[in-house]
């Protein structure tokens, strides 16, 4: 593919990137209907009486998706109060799960042929468990093999390192996420309708997400020659530390991990020395003090900080060495607007090392064997 095919990006994940408020317009639309007050979710054909008899979920997905399901599960337990298990794929299908009739397995995969998530979605199936796909790919295995599909909109995407396919996912699971609530009752009116508006605000928050571009790239150049890092967060900001992480990782060959920040106590605080870059991510109200605490842990040891925190949170930029600000969503909400900031540190820290960022060394788009 020429570079035409980029619209004038230097690289396919860069324009992936910027495509991300789009990609979540998309996604939304026809479900979320103006004016009214329920999600359509019409393609995966779930009642109020099939709810009744699920007394678990189960989530199998890898990479970027299983992160996608972590976060999935904050929002489906809060809201609809089902229990939700995510396993990763490659584990669960080899292993004698505990599904049944009673369970609601939802199989996660951008390109709907991920032979773990495929073959783990059929052991479910063979187990008497309901069934429903998130995938980007319309007529792709898993859907097809699952009977009920919930279709995200990123369009085709030819970077390896997913970036915009993930952000549609999130908008698939926030959408499941309120629609179980609806069914069950587990959500108040007043709660319901707040939550509905914040999703239609996404595209726009996500836009201005992206004029961070620049401090970004000026980071990463600073950067580009440091050997390993860390990533810390709390609740579903430990879900998408684990997905900056992995960004990092696959497109920078940089060793970084990805820890809770309360575990990070338990035997990683040792790893902590002298101008060690961590990534903090602090965007839950609810977790703020907690969160700040550990930050002021790792600042007093030496380590050269960058926050992730809503604007206006003035106390993360009186310890932090420096902060990208989100824009104001309720906390359920802002992985999708704050993981771009982690997606074009990655991108920009690979293209300043040199690599070849659509294309990282050992990696495949979709891993099909098994």
Same mark, same amino acid.
């Given at each position: 593919m020429n570079k035409a095919d980029k619209k004038g990006y230097p690289h396919y994940m860069l324009k992936e990137i910027y495509?991300? @408020? !789009?990609?979540?317009? &998309? %996604?939304?639309? *026809? /479900?979320?209907?103006?004016? $009214?007050?329920?999600? &359509?979710?019409?393609?995966?054909k779930l009642t109020q009486s099939d709810l009744d008899g699920v007394h678990r979920m189960v989530v199998v997905a890898c990479g970027t998706s299983y992160? =996608?399901?972590?976060?999935?599960?904050?929002?489906?337990?809060? +809201?609809?109060?089902?229990?939700?298990?995510?396993?990763?794929?490659?584990? +669960?299908?080899?292993? *004698?799960?505990?599904?049944?009739k009673n369970s609601l397995v939802i199989a996660i995969s951008q390109s709907g042929e991920t032979a773990d998530t495929l073959d783990a979605m059929r052991k479910a199936k063979q187990k008497?468990? /309901?069934?429903i796909a998130i995938s980007n790919v319309a007529g792709s295995t898993i859907p097809r093999e699952a009977g009920h599909s919930l279709y995200t909109c990123a369009g085709p !995407?030819? $970077?390896?390192?997913?970036?915009?396919?993930? %952000?549609?996912?999130?908008?698939?699971?926030?959408l499941l996420a309120l629609k179980l609530a609806q069914l069950k009752g587990g959500i108040d009116l007043e709660t319901y309708r707040q939550r509905l508006g914040a999703l239609s605000s996404l595209p726009g928050k996500a836009r201005k997400m992206l004029d961070c571009s620049g401090e970004m790239k000026e980071l990463a150049g600073r950067h580009k020659?440091?050997?390993?890092?860390?990533?810390?967060?709390?609740?579903?900001?430990? =879900?998408?530390?684990l997905e900056g992480s992995l960004k990092l990782k696959e497109t920078c060959y940089i060793h970084s991990?990805?820890? @809770?920040?309360?575990?990070?106590?338990?035997? @990683?605080?040792?790893?902590?020395?002298?101008?060690?870059?961590?990534?903090?991510?602090?965007?839950?109200?609810?977790?703020?003090?907690? $969160?700040?605490? &550990?930050l002021r842990e790792i600042k007093d040891r030496g380590?050269?900080?960058? #926050?992730? #925190?809503? !604007?206006?949170?003035r106390e993360v930029g009186e310890v932090a060495d420096r902060v990208i600000y989100v824009p104001e969503v309720p906390d359920e909400f802002t992985s999708a607007p704050a993981v771009i900031p982690l997606q074009l540190f990655a991108y920009y820290m690979a293209a300043a090392?040199?690599?070849?960022? *659509?294309?990282?060394r050992s990696l495949v788009k979709s891993v099909t064997d098994s």
């Open positions: 495509e991300q @408020p !789009e990609v979540i317009e &998309n %996604t939304l639309k *026809d /479900r979320l209907i103006p004016g $009214s007050e329920d999600i &359509n979710l019409s393609d995966i992160h =996608a399901g972590l976060a999935g599960k904050y929002l489906i337990e809060k +809201f609809a109060g089902i229990p939700v298990e995510v396993e990763i794929a490659s584990e +669960f299908r080899y292993r *004698d799960p505990v599904v049944d008497g468990a /309901r069934i !995407e030819i $970077s390896i390192a997913s970036t915009k396919a993930y %952000t549609s996912q999130l908008i698939a699971l926030y020659d440091m050997e390993k890092t860390i990533y810390l967060g709390r609740g579903l900001d430990y =879900a998408l530390a991990a990805a820890y @809770p920040a309360g575990e990070f106590r338990h035997g @990683p605080m040792a790893l902590v020395e002298e101008g060690l870059f961590v990534f903090f991510l602090a965007t839950q109200d609810a977790l703020l003090d907690k $969160s700040l605490a &550990n380590a050269y900080v960058v #926050a992730l #925190a809503k !604007e206006g949170s090392r040199g690599h070849d960022v *659509d294309k990282p």
